[in-house]
């Protein structure tokens, strides 16, 4: 969002949805720390507030329970329609299952837009995932996603869906809030949707308190995870199925060993080249499945085999095959 556009109008109102990461004052950013210094009013869940308590000496504190996040919004809103500039605090990131998007609504019921002359600022900050993640080793380096348990607000078919496609399409997952005192049961399901997709060693560490005083991390496997301690303050990161573990950390390979010989001073494989797509990349795969259509095979046992829909593979083998190759420069950052 521009900022130059939108100065402050006449009220001067403002609203910072501030993520503070993972709880501890190292991990957040400068400019949490700003945001919260330039505020009037402290928004937030009581926990988060004692974790900023430092910071927020003389300032209104409006402390507001878990389940009052609309509440929250709202009351932002009148607060900043009053001229003040108030910052709603979150744990980790505010967009990640936090007051980001249940603050927008509120605004966009009450008639606001970006000129309306209360300013909008969200301050990004470590997500419970990128702070588990780091203090478990590298599991996050391949295609992940995040899920949450939380059936409060979506229906469990919705969050299994989700899981179910999440673990076919091996994904490392993150999941959020995933169990409380109430929901102890979604965690097992999970599990089990897992389990139909994934081998039970498949590795899984379930990371309560990152960067908190009761720090606890443990390594388990898909089939024993739900042995451990889980609760409201822990995410679970279940790996995929090329994750490791290695000296107590979880690695997820980022795929060099497709294209280089690790044990052979890291030269490219046969067929390989550095800053290409692989040979089984896009045009290389494409032009695999013309050789074999015009050997005679069908395309719905190719489409079986690629685990693909039929359908997908036709409309891409009608549009002509992409030779112009990319310049050297291109691709640097693998
Ligand atoms: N906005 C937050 C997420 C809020 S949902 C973020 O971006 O991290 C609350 C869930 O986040 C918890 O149930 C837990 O799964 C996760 N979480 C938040 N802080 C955590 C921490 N310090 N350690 C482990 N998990 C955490």
Known sequence: ??????????????????????????????????????????????????????????????????????????????????????????????????????????????????????????????????SCAALIGAPLTHDFCAISLSDLLTPWPVIARRLDAAAAADFVVALYNPKSGRRTRQIVEAQRLFLRHRHPDTPVAIVKSAYRRREHIVLSTLAQMTEADIGMLSTVLIGNSSTFVREGLMVTPRGYANKYDLDEGGSAREGERAGRSLSTGLNGWLAGLQED????????????????????LRETLAEPLDLLVASEAEEGGE
């Open 1 to 130: 969002m521009h900022t130059d556009t939108q100065m402050p109008s006449a009220s001067g109102g403002r609203i910072m949805l501030v993520g503070i990461g993972p709880g501890s004052t190292e991990h957040m950013t400068l400019r949490a720390r700003e945001a919260i210094a330039e505020a009037d009013t402290i928004i937030g869940y009581v926990t988060y507030i004692r974790l900023v308590a430092d910071l927020i000496e003389g300032k209104e504190v409006i402390r507001k329970s878990m389940t009052e996040e609309l509440d929250r919004a709202v009351e932002a809103l009148a607060r900043a329609r009053e001229g003040r500039k108030v910052a709603l605090i979150s744990s980790g990131d505010a967009g990640v299952y936090g007051m980001a998007g249940p603050t927008y609504e509120v605004l966009f019921q009450a008639g606001w837009t970006p000129d309306s002359g209360i300013e909008v600022e969200i301050v990004p900050g470590a997500s419970a995932l990128n």
């Open 293 to 312: 259509l015009a050997a005679g095979i069908a395309l719905e046992t190719l489409a079986a085999r690629h685990r693909l829909p039929a359908d997908y």
